[in-house]
């Protein structure tokens, strides 16, 4: 018995984007200004930033725990009924993650803008 043809069903909207996805109608428009030395630099100085930025985080996430495991008092401490150890891993990090990203980002838009 020879088993029925499958049959894709993609909406017209579909059809439609992947009709306007073809190679033929894509060209890549730069402005007449346009440096690429300058923004191969722009982009080599934003990574730098962001690597430094992921190492700092990962340095601080990892020392936390280990601060919380050498000072066991971190666990006696107490803030409105909650242990210290426990804010420090549940409250502290957010905020800290908050101001590294707009650090980041104002560096990156500063490194974009010098050029």
Known sequence: MSRPRRVAVV??????????RSASGRQLVLPPDFDAP???RAYL????LVGVTLLALA??????PLLIATVPQLGTIRLAG?????????VFLYPLLLVAAVALLRR????????
Do not use: D, F, M
């Open 45 to 48: 100085r934003q990574r730098r």
């Open 59 to 64: 340095a601080l996430l990892l020392a936390l």
């Open 38 to 40: 300058a923004a191969q």
């Open 11 to 20: 909406s017209p909207q579909t059809r439609l984007a992947l009709a306007r």
């Open 108 to 115: 990156a838009e500063r490194a974009e803008r010098t050029r």
């Open 82 to 90: 909650i242990p210290l150890s426990w804010l420090l891993v549940g």
